[in-house]
C-alpha cells in the first residue's frame, strides 16, 4: 500500500469585517451612530473539525443512494461516529452496512466487509452469518475461511482451517477492491481546498483515505495463522504443506502485509535446499518492488495522473501485489533487481507474525 503522506485538513479563521467609521465626516453631515462593537474573531477550525464535517456531508449524500458498494464505504467512512449521539442511526455502520447487503447480498467485497466490521473495535471477532455466507459465494479465496480461524487458540480448530485454505485457489483479502469502492465514493464531494493548498492533489488525497480505512479491517487472523504455522512440528508432514500451500497463496496475493506473512512461514518451515534457495530469490524480487513501489507512490501528491493509474490498476489487476507489478511495468521499471542490489539490510520494527494486521 502507498506511504501515507498524512493530510491535514485545516481552516484559516476568516479575518472579522469590523464596520467602519467616518472619524471626519464632511461639513452639515450627521455623525453615523457608532457601530455596535465588533464580534470577537472566530476560533480556529481544528483540523479534526474539518475531516469530521467533511466525513458527515459525504455520509449524508452516499445515504441516499442504493448501490451497494458506496453504502459499504459509506458504512466505513461512518466509523467514528459509531458514539456519536448527534448523528442518527441510519447514517451510523450497522444501518449502512444493513442495507448494503440488501442491496448486494451476495457482492462479496460487501460480505467481507460486514464480516470484518466488529473487529475494528473487537479484534478476534467476526459477523458469523456474513462470514458464512463468504465462505459460500467466495469459496475458492482462502482469505473467505480465514475470518473463521479461531481466535482462542483451539489448535485443531485451527488445524482443520489452515487445511480447507491450502484447498483454495487463491488468496484475496479484498484490499483493493475496497480501496476501489471508497475512492469512487470520496469522489461524491471535492476535497477540501486546504488540501490543494498543501501541494496534494485531489486524487492522491482521495488514495490517502481509501487506502488508510481499507486497511482498518485487514485481518488480524493472518497474524495468528501464521504463528500456528511456523511453530508445527516438521515431523508433521499433513499441517507442514497445508501451511506451506497457505503461506505460498498469501506470498502472491492480498497485501505486503499478507506477503511478508507468507514469506516468514516458509522460512520456518522449509529446509535447506534448492525450494528455499527458490524462496529466498522470490523474496529478494518482492523486496526490490516493494522499494521501487514506494518511490513511485511518493509522487502520486504531485502527479494526479500516475495516481489514477494507481486506481485503475487496483481495478483491474485485483490485489495490491498484481497492480504493484503492473504499475512498475508501466513506469518502465524492471519487476527484478539487478544483480548487485542488496535488500535494506534495517531490521525490521515487529516481526510480520506478531505485528498488527493493520500497518502501513
Partial sequence: MPRPFFLLFALAALPSLAGAQLLNPPPGEAVPAAAPPAAPPAAPVSEEQVFTQFRHDLINLLVLRTDAHLLMAAAQIAAPDAKDPAR???????????RAQESGPKDPLVLWVAASNACASKPGCADPAAAKTLETVDAENAAAWLLSYPADGNAQKARAIVARMAQAQRFDDYWAADVVALFHALETLPVPDEVARRG?????????????????ILPA????????????????????SDCLAVARKFES?????SQAAGFAIEEALLAPGVDRDVMLTRKRAASWQKEK???????????PELAQSYVRLLGSEGNELAT???LLREQKIASEPPRDWQAPDAKPTQDPLTAPAVQQ
Fill in 293 to 303: 513501489f514506494l518511490q513511485v507512490s511518493d509522487r502520486f501528491a504531485v502527479d
Fill in 200 to 216: 496534494v492533489n485531489p486524487s492522491a488525497a482521495r488514495i490517502n483515505f481509501a487506502t488508510s480505512t481499507a486497511s482498518t
Fill in 88 to 98: 442518527l442511526a441510519a447514517k451510523k455502520t450497522p444501518a449502512l452496512l444493513k
Fill in 324 to 326: 504493484v507489478s503492473a
Fill in 221 to 240: 487472523a493472518l497474524a495468528r495463522l501464521g504463528k500456528f504455522c511456523a511453530a508445527a512440528d516438521a515431523k508433521d508432514a499433513a499441517l507442514v
Fill in 253 to 257: 496475493g492480498g497485501t505486503f502485509i
